[in-house]
Nanobody, 123 residues
Framework: QVQLVESGGGSVLAGGSLRLSCAAS????????MSWFRQAPGKEREGVAV???????RYADSVKGRFTASKDNAKKTLYLEMNSLKPEDTATYYC?????????????????WGQGTQVTVSS
C-alpha cells in the first residue's frame, strides 16, 4: 500500500507564497507519476501539476509561471512551490500517485491520494 501525507498549507495574502510537501510511504516506486490536484468548494477536482518519472513537469495554464512542482525520489517527497498566489488559488490541494509511469490529468486515473491540505488566499 501507498500512503501520501500533504503538509504546508495555510492562509496567505494575495501575492504571497507557500510550499506544499507530500511525503510518500509504502510501496511507491520512483517511476510512478506523481501529481498535484486541487478542489475548490462547489468545483470539480482539477489537475495543477504533473511530475513524470524522469522529473519532467507540466502545469495547468492557470498556474504556469507561478507554481513549480518537483520531487525528491530519495526522500519519497513531492513538492509544490506556489508563488504570486491569487484568491482563485484557494482550494484544498491533494497529491496523488498513479501506479503507472504515464501521467494523466484525470483524477479518476490515480490510485493513491493524500488527505489534502487547505490553501486560502485572501485579497
Amino acid at each position: 500500500q501507498v500512503q501520501l501525507v500533504e503538509s504546508g498549507g495555510g492562509s496567505v495574502l494575495a501575492g504571497g507564497s507557500l510550499r506544499l510537501s507530500c511525503a510518500a510511504s509504502g510501496y511507491i516506486y520512483s517511476w510512478y507519476c506523481m501529481s498535484w490536484f486541487r478542489q475548490a468548494p462547489g468545483k470539480e477536482r482539477e489537475g495543477v501539476a504533473v511530475v513524470a518519472s524522469d522529473g519532467s513537469t507540466r502545469y495547468a495554464d492557470s498556474v504556469k509561471g507561478r507554481f513549480t512542482a518537483s520531487k525528491d525520489n530519495a526522500k519519497k517527497t513531492l513538492y509544490l512551490e506556489m508563488n504570486s498566489l491569487k484568491p482563485e488559488d484557494t482550494a484544498t490541494y491533494y497529491c496523488a500517485a498513479r501506479g503507472r509511469a504515464l501521467c494523466s490529468w484525470t483524477f479518476g486515473e490515480y490510485n493513491y491520494w493524500g488527505q489534502g491540505t487547505q490553501v486560502t488566499v485572501s485579497s
